[in-house]
């Protein structure tokens, strides 16, 4: 909730409008995946 926390870190050259047209190297995140649960009924007959 609101976690400024990542699962991991990438460091590559991106390029964004406004930017060089070379691109810029900078970190990228990908946040971590919230917690679930998943919850299975199964019934035979």
Known sequence: ???RAS???YY???RLP???ASGV???H???IT???ARVNL???F
């Open 1 to 3: 909730m609101n976690s």
């Open 7 to 9: 699962d991991i870190d």
């Open 12 to 14: 590559y050259r991106s």
């Open 18 to 20: 406004g930017e060089p």
């Open 25 to 27: 190297f900078d970190l």
């Open 29 to 31: 995140t990908h946040p």
């Open 34 to 36: 919230p917690r679930s």
């Open 42 to 44: 199964q019934i035979g």
